[in-house]
Structures are given as C-alpha cells and as structure tokens.
C-alpha cells in the first residue's frame, strides 16, 4: 500500500500560480503511477493530470492543457502539480492519486489522499 498527502493548496488570484505536492509513504512510491484528480462543489470528481512510473509519460485532461505540468521526484517519493494562469474555475478539492496501472490512473485510482483545497477568486 502507499500512503498520499498533498499540500500547497491556498487561495490565489485569478491569473496567479500555485504548486501543489503530494509526499508518498509506505510501499515506495516509484512503483506507482501517480497522477491529480479534482472535484468542485456540486461537481464530480475529474481527472486533472497523470506521470507514469518513470515520469517519462504524461497526461493532461484538455481544461488544464498547457497551464499546468506534473512532476515527479522518485528519490524523494514527490509528485508535484505547478498550476499557473489559474482560473475561478479551477476552485476545487485537489486529491492526490495513485496506481500501479496506467490504464487505471485516468479513471479508478485504487489510492487518494485527502485531498488540498485550491480556490481561484476572480
């Protein structure tokens, strides 16, 4: 098992930047693909971003397509989510994720973690 917890959420600006990072323990995070889902009030849950085990590979839901970029940092067990041009629609609970398959990573992630609050105001 692997154990998630995201931080560098905060409220922002329109326009503004924020990174957030996910620390992972336990099983060691390298065997995971990771990846970032969100969910706003009164939404669900969506894809945001995904890195494969390596970090070699990367996907992108198409709302977020160029102002974010995922990263990952295997000796240190980090995933990290740089957001920049943040927009009021970007308000939502951030959750980190985690999977051995790629395959899954985009749609039923076995791990969360808890999740950090990211709110954009206009």
């Known amino acids: 098992q692997v154990q998630l917890v995201e931080s560098g959420g905060g409220l922002v600006q329109a326009g503004g930047s924020l990174r957030l990072s996910c620390a992972a323990s336990?099983?060691?995070?390298?065997?995971?693909?990771m990846g970032w889902f969100r969910q706003a009030p009164g939404k669900e849950r969506e894809f945001v971003a995904a890195?494969?085990?390596?970090?070699?590979?990367?996907y992108y839901a198409e709302s977020i397509k160029g102002r974010f970029t995922i990263s990952r940092d295997n000796a240190k067990n980090t995933v990290n989510l740089q957001m920049i041009s943040l927009k009021p629609e970007d308000t939502a609970f951030y959750y980190c994720?985690?999977?051995?398959?790629?395959?899954?990573?985009?749609?039923?992630?076995?791990?969360w973690g808890q999740g950090t609050q990211v709110t954009v105001s206009s």
């Open positions: 336990g099983r060691t995070g390298s065997d995971y693909t």
């Open positions: 890195i494969s085990q390596s970090g070699g590979n990367t």
């Open positions: 994720v985690a999977d051995v398959l790629w395959a899954r990573i985009r749609s039923l992630p076995v791990y």
